[in-house]
Every structure is written in structure tokens, then in C-alpha cells.
């Protein structure tokens, strides 16, 4: 292999905390060190540091400490320290190439990146527009959204490469924003098979912590583990909850997630369930299998068209079958394994196909087998970060590795 990658990777977040786009950058950054390649994080004040990954922190705005996850007019300002703080860092250290996460990231490294001349790769995990609406902080019909298009559209043609966390999301770079599909690279979600497998607990400690939470000890139990949001589909898993009482079918609800841990439980409680749900809060990444351990049923209510939803690919690794609502991105991953729930956004159709496992539990056994070999096939970090290290020896003139 030639000379390691010096990579600075820019993350407009509070790198790290247990969802979505944080455990793709964890997950890329340790794939990259194992690769032999150098990797430095540049994101906000907040976060946990983690063994083993150098991690630059911005200074915290003097006026608020913290900010609310998703879309937030305080993410100016602390894209703003980002800004200053990788000028600082740029000038004082020499990097191959710029590795940004987000919109705000490409932004920013193209901008700052420009005074060293740093090719720069754009990581999209979603669109710009759609993420701020899903978060109910644009309407697709008021006055700033033809603005905010605008500015995606702009930002989407400032990096040499783009990389995408699904393959909706590089068609639909090429579709509707123009982007020329020779700089658009499908770079799809994937999963740590040695930390997510099943088994990850002995069948007695399984049910040992079954009952500390209040579960029945022989199941089936449903598990959700991610963003407790509403474009997260949370309410219409609640929904099918009923749903499912309602009509006599035995199963119970593990959630684990934040923010808004209250307001779901409130919800669960107005709707008559919550002797059938039970809500844990954040589950630390580390823990997320041991978590998953505890459940016979994953359901993906994921409702977005433009983000994808890592969390499908950790319940295919614990051999978990999957209820999803039929979305391009939840067939992307899991193929003709998945048990879809149609019309997307429909309780009842969720209910449905969490029934159909539930009364079949051959099906459960030979569906949760099928999709840890998907994963195993399709969606290896390994093999996702050596097509990494060859588009940037693309980025910066080398050979690609062999």
C-alpha cells in the first residue's frame, strides 16, 4: 500500500452520540485506522470522546451550552466556530484531503479547505431540504424552501466526489440537482458483523433482563432502537401497539431512544399501551447489542425518502426480522427478506406484518438467518472502507488499491 491518507474529517455535530450519522462517521474513521490511514475529527463542543480516534472540539458558544438535535438556528453559530476552528487547524497541520459529513460540512470544507487547496469529498447522508422539513423546521409551501433547494443544489457541486449512504440518494443527486453521476459514488450505510451478532447474550441472562424491565419472560418482544421522533414513525409504531391489543395478539414493545422519552411514554399512555411498551431512553452504541438481544422482532417505522436508517442493517447482523414501511431505502437493505408494511405510514399495515411474525415464528428463525447473511454480503464496513481509500486516491492522483 502507498503512503497513508492524512484525513481530516469534518463533522457539523456533536460527535458522539448513539444514532444515525454518528455511527457512520465512528464506523468509517475505525475502518480507515485499520487501513492504516490517519484520521482527525473536527465537530462541535459537545460529544463523548472515544478510545483510539483523535478527536478537535470547537470552543462552546458563550451564550448557550447545548442545542437541540435535528435542524436548530444554533447550528449557525456553532458552524461558525467549526469554520474558525478548522482554519486554525488547517494552517497548523498538512492533510491529504477533507472528508465532510453533512451539508454544513461540505459547506464548510469547501470554504475553509480552499485556502490549502484540499481536494474535498462530500459524505451526504440525506438531503438538505428533506432533513429540515422531516424536523418541522421548513415547509415544502413556504417562503424559504425554494432558497434552501438552492443552497443544497449549490453545495452539492462543490465537492469532487460525492458519497452517498444509499443508492436512492445518488439517483436522486443525478435526478434532481444535476449532478454528473462520474462524481456521485454509492457509498451505502453498512455494519460491524463482529460487534452486532447474534447471540450476544445467553438465554438466561436474556430473560433475567427481560423481566428487570417489566417484559414477559418468553416473549415475542418488538424492539426499536434509534431518534424517538416523529418522522421517525414512532407514533405509528405506538398505533400498531393498539392496534395489535385491540386484536388479542400477544407481544410487547422494547424501545429504546431519545429525545422525548416522556412524550412517547405519554402518548403510549393515552393510546392504552403502556402495559405493552417500555421505554429505556438513550441506549449507549455499546450497548446497542445486548439491547437488541432482548427482542424477537425489529420494526423499522422510518417514514423519510431521502435519509437512510442505519439501524435496519443492526437488526439484520443480530438476525432480527424486520417490519418496515415500503420505502426505496428499507428495500435497499433489506431485499425480498423484509416484511413491508403497505401503504407506508399506515398503523395498520405495521400492526399487520408484526402479527404475521409474531404467529410465525419458522418464518422469524429463517427470515432473521437470511438477512445477518445479506448484511454479511452487501454491507460490510471492510469492504465499504477500501472502496473509501480508492476514491481518495482518485481525490489525490494515486493508484487505486488493489
Given at each position: ?5 492524512r ?5 457539523p ?17 475505525r ?26 472540539r ?13 435542524s ?19 494552517l497548523r ?5 477533507i ?19 484540499l ?5 451526504r ?9 422531516d ?6 409551501d ?32 443525478e ?7 462520474a462524481?456521485?459514488?454509492?457509498l451505502?450505510d ?7 451478532q447474534?447471540?450476544a ?9 427481560r ?5 414477559p ?11 424517538l421522533?416523529d418522522?421517525?414513525g414512532?407514533?405509528?409504531?405506538l ?8 386484536r388479542?395478539?400477544?407481544g410487547?414493545?422494547?424501545i429504546?431512544g ?6 412517547y411514554r ?6 392504552g ?5 417500555v421505554?429505556?431512553?438513550?441506549v ?7 439491547y ?8 423499522a417505522p422510518?417514514?423519510s ?6 439501524k ?5 447482523a443480530m438476525e ?6 415500503d ?11 423484509g416484511v413491508?408494511?403497505k ?26 438467518k437470511?438477512l445477518?447473511?445479506?448484511?454479511a454480503?452487501?454491507?460490510?464496513w ?12 482518485e ?8
Amino acid at each position: 500500500m502507498d503512503r497513508p491518507f492524512r484525513i481530516l474529517m469534518v463533522a457539523p455535530t456533536s460527535f458522539f452520540l448513539d444514532y444515525g450519522c454518528h455511527v457512520r462517521i465512528l464506523e468509517e474513521a475505525r475502518v480507515l485506522q485499520r487501513l492504516g490511514h490517519q484520521v482527525t475529527i473536527l465537530t462541535y463542543h459537545l460529544g463523548r470522546d472515544l478510545p483510539g480516534l483523535e478527536i478537535i472540539r470547537t470552543r462552546p458558544t458563550p451564550w448557550r451550552a447545548d442545542y437541540e438535535v435535528g435542524s436548530s438556528l444554533h447550528k449557525l453559530a456553532f458552524d461558525l466556530f467549526l469554520g474558525w476552528r478548522m482554519l486554525g487547524v488547517i494552517l497548523r497541520r498538512r492533510f491529504d484531503l477533507i472528508h465532510a459529513h453533512l451539508y454544513d460540512g461540505a459547506l464548510i470544507g469547501a470554504v475553509v479547505g480552499w485556502l490549502r487547496r484540499l481536494p474535498l469529498l462530500f459524505d451526504r447522508q440525506g438531503s438538505l431540504t428533506g432533513e429540515m422539513v422531516d424536523h418541522g423546521f421548513l415547509r415544502p409551501d413556504g417562503p424559504w424552501y425554494r432558497w434552501v433547494h438552492l443552497l443544497e443544489e449549490r453545495i452539492n457541486h462543490m465537492a469532487e466526489v460525492i458519497v452517498t449512504s444509499t443508492q436512492l440518494g445518488a439517483v436522486q443527486l443525478e435526478r434532481y440537482f444535476g449532478c454528473d453521476s462520474a462524481h456521485v459514488r454509492p457509498l451505502p450505510d453498512c455494519v460491524n458483523l463482529e460487534f452486532f451478532q447474534p447471540g450476544a447474550l445467553p438465554p438466561e441472562e436474556v430473560t433475567a433482563r427481560r423481566v428487570a424491565l417489566g417484559l414477559p419472560a418468553d416473549g415475542p418482544v418488538v424492539v426499536y432502537v434509534g431518534l424517538l421522533a416523529d418522522y421517525q414513525g414512532v407514533p405509528h409504531m405506538l398505533r400498531a401497539a393498539r392496534i395489535l391489543k385491540e386484536r388479542g395478539v400477544r407481544g410487547s414493545f422494547l424501545i429504546g431512544g431519545f429525545p422525548k422519552v416522556e412524550h412517547y411514554r405519554r402518548m403510549a399512555a393515552d393510546l392504552g399501551v403502556s402495559d405493552r411498551v417500555v421505554f429505556t431512553g438513550k441506549v449507549p452504541y455499546q450497548e446497542t447489542p445486548a439491547y437488541l438481544a432482548l427482542g424477537d422482532i425489529a420494526v423499522a417505522p422510518k417514514l423519510s425518502a431521502t435519509e437512510g436508517s442505519g439501524k435496519i442493517l443492526n437488526y439484520m447482523a443480530m438476525e432480527l426480522p424486520t417490519v418496515a414501511f415500503d420505502t426505496p431505502v428499507s428495500r435497499e437493505y433489506l431485499g425480498s427478506l423484509g416484511v413491508y408494511a403497505k401503504p407506508a405510514g399506515d398503523p395498520a399495515a405495521l400492526a399487520d406484518g408484526i402479527q404475521a411474525l409474531v404467529e410465525q415464528p419458522d418464518l422469524r428463525l429463517a427470515l432473521g438467518k437470511g438477512l445477518r447473511r445479506r448484511a454479511a454480503r452487501h454491507f460490510s464496513w471492510d469492504r465499504a472502507g477500501r472502496q473509501l481509500v480508492n476514491i481518495y486516491r482518485e481525490l489525490v492522483g494515486s493508484q487505486p488499491e488493489t
